[in-house]
């Protein structure tokens, strides 16, 4: 059995101390909350510089090496569709943007208002997608029988209505 009057209270040891309200609780001074949030910021924009360096690298080499593809692909693109989606993805990030100032500043109708629109947008951007992808299904523009000769018949062999990639060396 233990002697409950030698128990030490839950916050023994440990000292609290007070600090502005713009400062999160868990660092010690306002230089070392700016420092940190400065260097996460530092860290985020590096790794997205070498994302989509990548990314951008990749595409330039693919281009390159399969021009004829490129060409032909990019006339099946609907610049309409593209440019619609392109609004409705920028809404929808301002629109949740609003909605966490909304609820950075306590405004519960703001915050539901912006949170179902960007639902709303959201859900309009897939539906662009879906109709474009069926699209791609009907002119057999995926993966499939038809696939590469759609593409770049140079790129493949054509034998029983079906095509075979050749390899690029």
């Known amino acids: 059995m ?9 916050n023994a040891g440990v000292t609290h101390h007070e600090h502005p309200p713009y ?7 306002m ?7 400065s260097f996460g910021m530092w860290l985020f924009l590096l790794t997205e510089i ?10 330039l080499i693919y281009r390159n090496w399969y021009y004829p593809a490129f060409v032909a692909a990019s006339h099946t693109l609907s610049i309409k569709e593209g440019s619609f989606n392109t609004l409705l993805l920028i809404t929808s990030s301002f629109t949740m943007a609003m909605g966490v100032w909304c609820a ?10 912006a949170l179902v629109a960007t639902l709303i947008l959201g859900l309009g951007f897939l539906g662009i997608k879906a109709d474009e992808y069926h699209e791609k299904y009907v002119k057999d523009h995926i993966p ?12 493949c062999i054509v034998s029983d209505n079906r095509c075979t990639i050749i390899a690029r060396h």
């Open 144 to 155: 499939g029988h038809a696939f590469a000769s759609f593409l770049n018949p140079a790129l």
């Open 50 to 59: 070498m994302f989509f360096g990548g990314l951008f690298t990749a595409y």
């Open 23 to 29: 400062q999160r609780h868990h660092f010690v001074s």
């Open 104 to 113: 950075e500043t306590k405004r519960q109708k703001g915050l539901v208002w």
């Open 31 to 37: 230089e070392q909350q700016t420092e940190t949030t």
């Open 2 to 10: 233990s002697d409950s009057s030698h128990a030490l209270p839950a």
